[in-house]
C-alpha cells in the first residue's frame, strides 16, 4: 500500500481524473477534485486519509447482528454520525507473536497521521463519477477495494460509501462510514436514505436491499445505476440456519423482488456465470479474479510451517476444519485473517481457552487486502476448506486464486469447480476432511522438497492464468461510458 500524507494526491500513482468530455456541455456539476476520505461523516465535512477485507457479506443474518459482535448504537433519525462519534469496527486480539505485517498495518494507519482539523473535502454541490454504496458490506471488502482501484486507473473519481472502519477504504477514494453494522432497523434505514445521499453521477449497489431504492433515486436524480451482484443470495440463504425459518421466507420473497429489479438497472454486473438474473438490460460477468497488485512477490517459506486463511471466519468456511488440522499437525502454526461470524465466537472462544494448539493459530481480524496478504509472506500453504453448501458448489473463491498468485500450496476441499483448478494447478491437495487435512499437513512438513514442488506449480498457473486484462479495468471502461453517457443527457 502507498503511503501517503494528507497534502499528496490520495492516490499515488492513480491516473488523474479524465477531463469533461466536451460533448456533454458546460453546465456539468462540479466534481470532486481530490477524493477525500470521510470518517463517518455528514458528506460536508471531510478528513484526508489514504487507505483498509474482506467484507461482510450482504443478508448477513439478523441472529449474528443480535448477537453483539457487530451490533452498534442504532441511529434513532438516521444522520451520521459527527466525525468523533463513529466508533471503529473491533478487531479480533492481536496476537504479541504474529508477524510483522500486522504492526506495519497498525503503523501505516491513517488514524496516526491523518489532519484532525477542518478537511479540504468536496465543496457543497461537487459531484463523483462513481458512488460505491452498500448497507451491508465493509469498506474494506476486497471487491469492492478491486472495483475502486481499477475505476481510478480509468480516470473516474470515486466516493465510497459502507460499514467500518474508514481507515480501510480503498485508498484514492472519498470514504463515508456508517459506522457499525447495528440491527435490522438500522439496515432498514440505510436502504431507504443512502442511495438519496450518493453523490455519483453512477451509483453502484453492492447489496440486493439497496436496489429498490436505487432504482428510484435513479429516477428522481437522472443518474444512472449499477448493481454488482456479489453472489446467489437465494442460494445464501439456504446456508444460513435462519433461512429455514419464515425470516428465510421473508428474506428469499425480498431477495426476488430485488433480483427483478436488478435486471432493468443500467448496467448489471454479476460474480459468475450462473450468479442471477440470468437475463438482465445489459448484463456482465465479472469473476472474482484477484488485482494481483496486493499479493506479495514469493519467497522462501518460514522456517516453521504456517498455514494461511484470509476470509469471513465462520464454522462453513472452514473454521473448524481449519484449527482441527492444526491440532492434528503439531508443528504447524496458522494465521487468520478477517471477521469471526458471531454464531461461532463463543466456540471460538472455548477452543482457545482449552486446546493445546491455541498458542499456534493467530487471529488478526479484518484488515485491508493489501495488509492482509503480508501474511503470504514466508508462509508454506493457504487453507480453502469450505463446506458443501448450495452457495459455495458452484462457487470459486477468490482467496484460491490469490493463493496460487503469491506461491502457496493448496489445502481444499472437493467443490467440484475449487477441485478442479487445485488437481489442474497441481499446486496442493483436496482433502475429504479435517482428520485428512492434518495428514496432508504433517506429510509436507516431513518433505518440504514436496511443498516446494507444489509452490512452484502455484506459481507457473497463475503467470498462465492471472495474467492479462483484468475483469475489473474492463468493467471501469463499462462504467466510464456510463457516465460520460448520463453527462450528455440533456
Not at 91 to 110: G, I, L, M, T
Not at 393 to 413: H, I
Not at 416 to 425: C, K, L, T
Not at 452 to 471: I, N, V
Request: glycine fraction near 8%; charge should be negative.
Amino acid at each position: 500500500m502507498t503511503d501517503t500524507s494528507p497534502e499528496e494526491s490520495p492516490a499515488a500513482g492513480a491516473t488523474p481524473a479524465a477531463p469533461a468530455d466536451p460533448s456533454s456541455g458546460a453546465d456539468r456539476p462540479e466534481r470532486a477534485e481530490a477524493p477525500d476520505t470521510v470518517e463517518g461523516a455528514d458528506a460536508m465535512a471531510a478528513i484526508e486519509t489514504t487507505e483498509s477485507i474482506d467484507a461482510d457479506k450482504a443478508l448477513e443474518s439478523e441472529e449474528d447482528s443480535d448477537a453483539g459482535s457487530d451490533a452498534g448504537e442504532p441511529y434513532s433519525t438516521f444522520e451520521f454520525p459527527k466525525v468523533e462519534e463513529v466508533p471503529a469496527v473491533p478487531q479480533q486480539p492481536q496476537d504479541s507473536s504474529a508477524p510483522d505485517a500486522a504492526a506495519a498495518h497498525r503503523a501505516e494507519s491513517p488514524r496516526d497521521r491523518r489532519d484532525t482539523g477542518t478537511a479540504g473535502g468536496p465543496a457543497r454541490g461537487s459531484r463523483f463519477d462513481v458512488s460505491i454504496i452498500s448497507s451491508g458490506h465493509d469498506v474494506a471488502d476486497a471487491r469492492l477495494h478491486r472495483t475502486a482501484a481499477a475505476l481510478l486507473r480509468a480516470g473516474l473519481t470515486v466516493e465510497v460509501i459502507g460499514l467500518g472502519d474508514p481507515a480501510g477504504g480503498p485508498p484514492g477514494t472519498r470514504v463515508v462510514s456508517l459506522g457499525r453494522r447495528g440491527g435490522a432497523l438500522d439496515r432498514a434505514r440505510r436502504d431507504l436514505t443512502i442511495p438519496f445521499r450518493a453523490r455519483g453521477t453512477v451509483v453502484m449497489t453492492l447489496d440486493p436491499d439497496l436496489v429498490p431504492t436505487a432504482a428510484a433515486a435513479r429516477l428522481l436524480r437522472r443518474g444512472r445505476l449499477a448493481v454488482d451482484v456479489h453472489e446467489d443470495y437465494l442460494k445464501l440463504l439456504r446456508d444460513r440456519s435462519w433461512g429455514r425459518t419464515w425470516k428465510g421466507q421473508v428474506g428469499g420473497s425480498l431477495v426476488r423482488l430485488c433480483t427483478a429489479v436488478t435486471g432493468r438497472a443500467d448496467l448489471t454486473v454479476v460474480a459468475d456465470d450462473h450468479v442471477p438474473p440470468l437475463a438482465a438490460r445489459s448484463r456482465v460477468v465479472v469473476k472474482n479474479l484477484p488485482d494481483t497488485g496486493y499479493l506479495p512477490e514469493a519467497g522462501e517459506p518460514d522456517a516453521v510451517p504456517r498455514a494461511l486463511y484470509i476470509g469471513d471466519v465462520r464454522r462453513s468456511r472452514g473454521l473448524h476444519a481449519m484449527l482441527a488440522a492444526i491440532e492434528a499437525a503439531d508443528t504447524w502454526e496458522v494465521d487468520i485473517v478477517g471477521p469471526v461470524a458471531a454464531a461461532d465466537q463463543a466456540w471460538l472462544d472455548e477452543w482457545r481457552a482449552t486446546s493445546p494448539a491455541a498458542g499456534r493459530a493467530r487471529f488478526h481480524g479484518r484488515l485491508s487486502p493489501d495488509a492482509a496478504w503480508r501474511f503470504a509472506r514466508g508462509a508454506w500453504a493457504g487453507f480453502a476448506l469450505l463446506d458443501d453448501t448450495p452457495a459455495f458448489r458452484e462457487a470459486v473463491p477468490t482467496k484460491l486464486y490469490e493463493y496460487l498468485g503469491s506461491g502457496l500450496a493448496v489445502v481444499a476441499t472437493p467443490l467440484p469447480r475449487m477441485a478442479r483448478i487445485v488437481d489442474e494447478s497441481g499446486a496442493g491437495r483436496v482433502v475429504r476432511d479435517a482428520e485428512d487435512a492434518g495428514r496432508v499437513l504433517r506429510e509436507w512438513a516431513d518433505d518440504p522438497d514436496q511443498l516446494r514442488a507444489l509452490r512452484r506449480s502455484a506459481l507457473r498457473w497463475a503467470d498462465r492464468h492471472l495474467t492479462g486484462a483484468s475483469p475489473s479495468d474492463e468493467l471501469a471502461r463499462t462504467i466510464s461510458d456510463l457516465v460520460r453517457a448520463a453527462e450528455r443527457r440533456p
